[in-house]
């Protein structure tokens, strides 16, 4: 019902920057709360960010509070995380993620991406 696409992973310097996006193709996507969400190998998979099907409310990691800022344009099936002040502890495997109906938080996902390798170098 509703396939994601990551783009915009990358190799960048430690506090350098990075805008990731997710494309989705589905008429319900203004329906599901989004989220991006990040693994390492030998980690599980971590929350990152996620807004609301509304886009009234943002929520974040605390490893990345003041650093991202997750966005979305409903006309454009859009999501984005913008990525500053880049750490190495950042360098993963970045992963879109729909929540139907959610508000944000808690997030249950639904639909996965594919991902989209971020690394970031010291």
């Known amino acids: 019902q509703l396939q994601l696409v990551e783009s915009g992973g990358g190799l960048v310097q430690a506090w350098g920057s990075l805008i990731l996006t997710c494309a989705a193709s589905?008429?319900?996507?203004?329906?599901?709360?989004m989220g991006w969400f990040r693994q390492v190998p030998g980690k599980e998979r971590e929350f990152v960010a996620s807004?609301?099907?509304?886009?009234?409310?943002?929520y974040y990691a605390d490893s990345v509070k003041g650093r991202f800022t997750i966005s979305r344009d409903n006309a454009k099936n859009t999501v984005y995380l913008q990525m500053n002040s880049l750490k190495p502890e950042d360098t993963a495997v970045y992963y879109c993620?729909?929540?139907?109906?959610?508000?944000?938080?808690?997030?249950?996902?639904?639909?996965w991406g594919h991902g989209t390798q971020v690394t970031v170098s010291s």
């Open positions: 993620a729909a929540d139907y109906y959610g508000l944000g938080h808690p997030f249950r996902t639904n639909y």
């Open positions: 589905a008429l319900s996507f203004t329906y599901y709360a």
């Open positions: 807004i609301s099907w509304s886009g009234g409310k943002t």
